[in-house]
């Protein structure tokens, strides 16, 4: 059992983003949680079920999606070395 399966729709708060990129040609799009609950039905799935049922909008692609939510933290890279 994953993350995706103890999160629901209803969760996410309406300025938080979920990131969809297609498995086969790589488009990337977001959602926001305002977003996934305007949509019809969507409210009692959870986000493993949301991401099985997204397809890829790319023309002529219509692949499957993998969701990942992205994080807001700033990142630094490694400054240093051996002395």
């Not at 019809?40 to 909008?57: D, F, I, M, N, P």
């Not at 939510?69 to 490694?78: A, I, K, Q, S, Y």
Request: with cysteine; proline share 2%.
């Amino acid at each position: 059992m994953s993350w995706k399966d103890r999160l629901q729709v209803l969760d996410l708060d309406p300025n938080d983003r979920v990131e969809l990129t297609c498995r086969r040609c790589g488009h990337l799009r977001y959602l926001t949680g305002l977003a996934l609950l305007a949509r019809k039905g969507a409210l009692r799935l959870t986000l493993s079920e949301v991401e099985a049922r997204a397809r890829c909008r790319q023309r002529g692609c219509s692949g499957t999606m993998r969701l990942a939510m992205p994080n807001e933290r700033n990142t630094v890279g490694f400054v240093g070395g051996i002395a």
